[in-house]
């Protein structure tokens, strides 16, 4: 079992950048991994996804040319760079971990989650 803990969250201005870390117990170089979020009364999405090497990367629309994923396996580390947030932004934001060999968006397709961290974007 893999324990996922996020954190780099808070509140940010319109247009500003933060770094979400997700700091894995164990290692994670077996594992594809995920970033989703959630806002209130909304679906949870996938905003980005990694391989297990980093070779291959998803990401959704609504974040594209913006967000950055990306992982360093000897850390056990997985991150995520916001950068142009928005106020749509706003959203706990989870990583997860998955058996998957390619990067997914499918929330099915994950084993383990983190408890998440808030992301804010004030208008």
């Known amino acids: 079992q893999v324990q996922l803990v996020e954190s780099g969250g808070g509140l940010v201005q319109a247009g500003g950048s933060l770094r979400l870390s997700c700091a894995a117990s164990?290692?994670?170089?077996?594992?594809?991994m995920g970033w989703f979020r959630q806002a209130p009364g909304k679906d949870s999405e996938c905003v980005a996804a990694i391989s297990r090497r980093g070779s291959s990367t998803y990401y959704a629309d609504s974040v594209k040319g913006r967000f950055t994923i990306s992982r360093d396996n000897a850390k056990n580390t997985v991150y995520l760079q916001m950068n142009s947030l928005k106020p749509e932004d706003t959203a706990v934001y989870y990583c997860?971990?998955?058996?998957?060999?390619?990067?997914?968006?499918?929330?099915?397709?994950?084993?383990?989650w983190g408890q998440g961290t808030q992301v804010t974007v004030s208008s």
């Open positions: 997860a971990v998955s058996s998957s060999f390619t990067p997914s968006r499918v929330y099915d397709d994950y084993d383990y």
């Open positions: 164990g290692r994670i170089s077996s594992y594809s």
